[in-house]
């Protein structure tokens, strides 16, 4: 084997393997939205969607409620903000929002 060729052989290889790159990406997951008016089956960006973001963000500026605070008024109330979000009374999306707002309005 002659020299010159070798030299040539091993340039090439040299020159091919400093063109070559790895690229990795990562990818990330969007976090699950899990916020009560999806759950209830609002689309964000609908008028509904705004319309229970904004109830809801008042509920929670106004905090739980105090000990002696009835079970009953409890129920009454949560189930009187779902109303009011125009949820229909015996829909699965109405039940959901119940137990929602009566775990929010139950004394920690």
Not at 54 to 71: C, I, L, P, Q, V
Not at 75 to 89: E, F, H, I, K, T
Request: with cysteine; hydrophobic share 30%.
């Amino acid at each position: 084997m002659n020299y010159r060729g070798l030299c040539v052989a091993v340039c090439a290889g040299i020159l091919a393997a400093a063109c070559s790159t790895t690229e990795t990406r990562t990818i990330v997951a969007a976090p699950p939205i899990d916020d009560s008016c999806t759950s209830y089956g609002y689309q964000p960006g609908t008028e509904g969607y705004r319309v229970c973001v904004d109830r809801e963000a008042a509920a929670r500026r106004r905090g739980r409620m105090n000990a002696t605070y009835a079970r009953e008024r409890i129920v009454g109330d949560s189930q009187d903000a779902c109303a009011s979000y125009g949820l229909v009374r015996g829909t699965d999306r109405y039940d959901r929002c119940v137990q929602r707002e009566i775990s929010y309005r139950n004394p920690a």
